[in-house]
Every structure is written in structure tokens, then in C-alpha cells.
């Protein structure tokens, strides 16, 4: 069974290390890695994938990768900007592949769906507390599933039933093609910063040499520590600081937060010599995979080689710019779009749906969630949370967006232990 770290790990939705596996001493090859079986032994070695040389324009690999699939396809249509760039390049390639929809019946206002000229939306309607369900949460496998991976695959698979062809997906697209503020040019003297959004997450900054101390360090967040404080003050009986940027779930015990703080700062150190290792775009592809892409016959784009080639071609400051106030990024998507001139583009993140959809089952579940940790936990039988903590926030705001993720996890979770 994972640890406890492990597992506390996996309710807050962080990422594994690349060669984990639930199972002590094993470890699994990473993206770079390959095994060597010789008479006097076996050894792994690792070397940085070679990408294409001179690959196409980032539009024409897309529409390669269209143009490959036997058969004819249909896409995965959410109608933001991948999927919209996605149906784009259909386009470029001479395909009128349909638009699935799924149609979740989330609540609040939704926008309408932007139209593709030329191309058709087939709307499939989905039970989205069937698909979060925690009783049928998957059983037997070596690590917990999760919701990140469990809901779009089925979401995946429903739409690839509907449509009786495979199904592309437009998952990573806008992460790969994304430029981080430091990297983009500010002007002379950071004046552009001045109009920009708010790019932290937390906290008050006092004025412009602030902001650009904190990007050249690569920090989105600007809490400080207490005036007294040593800058390395860390009780020896203590765990490791929280890292910037995360926010624990209320509710874990003492032993629970020393558990996942410890396995955190391992991970943080292998990922990170992992990533320096494969470089921004593969590292950033590397995570996203492991994070949230599940296979299941489904066709990425973003993953094949060519199309990661184009990418990496696209030098920094043309991913991203600050233009009258705004931080526009991911500008070779917005460009390809703009040029079909397609409107009303949705710009919720790629997680939104799966919050918001969080949120709406552990509202309507609330009572019986409660119920059923009242009477066990096997999360709480182990030390590691506090369940009259994790009721109490189901009782008080079931529907909160930021805590209805990492809650549900924690449901889904508890069930793989239980079961």
C-alpha cells in the first residue's frame, strides 16, 4: 500500500515522482530513461530525447498528426482555445471531423458554445454525478484512481461511443505553448508591469521594484515570513516549510502533515532534477502526462514528437506579451484562431469543469458523505485526518469550488482503501 505522505499527497493533487511506483524498492523507467540487460549485469542510463530537426509550423504539425489517423476522427470539442486550434487545423488539413460536446449540466451560466465554420457540433449529454461517483471509484490497482484522470476518461470514452470513431483530444496544448511572465519583455524599466493584472496569488505588493524582484525569482505568490524570523529558521523537530503557491487541506492531523510535507520535499527534489534534465518543454509535457492524460485509445497531438519539435521552435517572447493591460499568452493558438476568426472562446482553465463539477456532486452527496465518514474513515482509522474536521466542512460549505477537489479525492481515495 502507498504511505501515508503518499497518499496525502495524492488528496492534494501532486504529482508523483517520475520513476515512483507504490511498491518499495521498485522503480519505474522515466521519460528518458532506458535499461540495459548485458551478461555482466544490468544498467539504466538516461539521455534527453531527440526532437525532429526543422519541424513544420506548429498548425501544420497538428494538422500531420490529423492527417495520420486511419479511418477519420472526431474531436473533443469543450470550445476553448486547444480544442478550437485543434478544429482549426482540421480545417488546414482538408477534414470536417465532427465537434463531441459534452454536456455536463453544470450549474451557473454557461456561455454559448463558439461556432466552428464549417465544422459541426454533435452535443452529448453526460450524468455528471455518475461520473464522479465515489462508490464506483475503481478498485484493485496498485495506486488509488483519481478524479483528475477517471472523469475525463470517461468523459473520453462516452464521447468516442457517441461519435463510432476515435476521439482526438486537445489536453496540453494551451500548457506547452504557455509563457511564464518572467520570460516575457516588460520594457524599459518594467513600465508594462504597471498596467498588467495582478500576477500574484496572494498578498499586497508595495510597488513596481517589488513585483520584478519577485518575478526574477520565478515567485507568484508575495507572503512574507515574520519580520523576526531567520530567513532558516526550522525547529529540528518541525517538517519542511510549505511550499509557495499550495494551500493543505484543513483537517490532516500532526502526523499527516509531517507525512506529506516530508514526501513533498522529496518529490519536489526528484521532479526537479528530472526537469532540468528533459528542459522546460519536455519537463512541462513529462508532468502534464503523469498528472492528467489517461491513453485509452485516445489520440494527444501534443504529445507526438513533431508537434513537440514546433513548439520548442517558438522562441519565448512570441508564446506570450503584455498588450494594454493584459497578459496574453499562448499566442501561437490565439493567432491560428483569430486568423479563422472564431469568437466567444471559452478561457476557463483546464481544471474548471472538474472543480466545478466537484463542487455540484459533494453538494447534492453531502448528507450521505457525512454520514458514511461518520461511521468509518479508513484515511482517519490510519491517523491522518481528522474526519469531524472534514465533516465539518462538508456540513458548513459543501459547494466551495477550492476545497470540493482535494475533498473529493480524499472520498475517492479513502473507498480504493476501504475496498
Not at 346 to 371: G, I, Q, T
Request: hydrophobic share 45%; proline share 10%.
Amino acid at each position: 500500500m502507498p504511505g501515508a505522505g503518499t497518499l496525502l499527497a495524492l488528496v492534494h493533487g501532486l504529482a508523483p515522482p517520475p520513476d515512483a511506483t507504490s511498491l518499495p524498492g521498485v522503480r519505474r523507467l522515466s521519460l528518458g530513461a532506458s535499461v540495459s540487460v548485458r551478461a555482466d549485469g544490468a544498467g539504466v542510463t538516461r539521455r534527453r530525447p531527440a526532437l525532429p530537426q526543422e519541424p513544420p509550423g506548429l498548425l501544420s504539425a497538428v494538422a500531420d498528426v490529423l492527417d495520420g489517423i486511419p479511418g477519420g476522427y472526431a474531436i473533443a470539442y469543450g470550445g476553448g482555445l486547444s480544442s478550437a486550434f485543434v478544429a482549426v487545423a482540421a480545417l488546414s488539413a482538408g477534414h470536417r471531423p465532427p465537434l463531441m460536446h459534452a454536456e455536463l449540466g453544470l450549474p451557473g451560466e454557461r456561455p454559448a458554445l463558439a461556432a466552428v465554420p464549417g465544422l459541426d457540433v454533435q452535443r452529448v449529454p453526460l450524468d455528471v454525478y455518475g461520473l464522479l461517483d465515489h462508490h464506483s471509484v475503481p478498485l484493485g490497482g496498485l495506486t488509488p484512481p483519481l478524479p483528475d484522470v477517471v472523469f475525463p476518461r470517461r468523459i473520453a470514452a462516452a464521447l468516442t461511443e457517441a461519435a463510432g470513431r476515435p476521439l482526438v483530444s486537445a489536453a496540453l496544448l494551451e500548457d506547452l505553448t504557455a509563457a511564464k511572465l518572467p520570460d516575457v519583455p516588460r520594457g524599459r524599466r518594467d513600465w508594462r508591469l504597471l498596467t498588467c493584472e495582478p500576477f500574484h496569488l496572494s498578498g499586497v505588493l508595495s510597488g513596481l521594484e517589488e513585483a520584478a524582484a519577485l518575478l526574477e525569482q520565478g515567485v507568484v505568490r508575495s507572503d512574507k515570513p515574520a519580520p523576526d524570523a531567520p530567513a532558516d529558521a526550522q525547529p529540528p523537530d518541525a517538517p519542511p516549510p510549505v511550499p509557495l503557491g499550495r494551500r493543505d487541506l484543513p483537517g490532516m492531523t500532526a502526523e499527516g502533515r509531517v507525512a506529506l510535507q516530508t514526501v513533498q520535499q522529496a518529490s519536489l527534489s526528484v521532479w526537479k532534477d528530472h526537469l532540468d534534465f528533459l528542459g522546460p518543454l519536455l519537463g512541462r509535457a513529462d508532468a502534464g502526462v503523469t498528472e492528467r492524460v489517461a491513453w485509452d485509445g485516445t489520440v494527444f497531438p501534443a504529445t507526438d514528437p513533431t508537434v513537440l519539435a514546433a513548439m520548442e521552435a517558438v522562441p519565448a517572447e512570441r508564446l506570450g506579451r503584455i498588450s494594454r493591460g493584459v497578459f496574453r499568452n499562448n499566442r501561437p493558438l490565439t493567432g491560428a484562431v483569430a486568423r479563422h476568426r472564431l469568437r466567444g472562446l471559452r478561457r476557463a482553465s483546464s481544471s474548471y469543469d472538474l472543480r466545478l463539477a466537484a463542487a455540484a456532486y459533494l453538494h447534492r452527496e453531502s448528507a450521505k458523505v457525512v454520514a458514511e465518514l461518520e461511521r468509518e474513515s479508513a484515511l482517519a482509522d490510519m491517523g491522518l485526518i481528522e474526519a469531524d474536521t472534514v465533516t465539518g466542512l462538508l456540513r458548513q460549505s459543501p459547494g466551495r469550488t477550492d476545497q470540493a477537489l482535494p475533498l473529493l479525492r480524499l472520498l475517492w481515495i479513502d473507498r480504493w482503501l476501504k475496498g
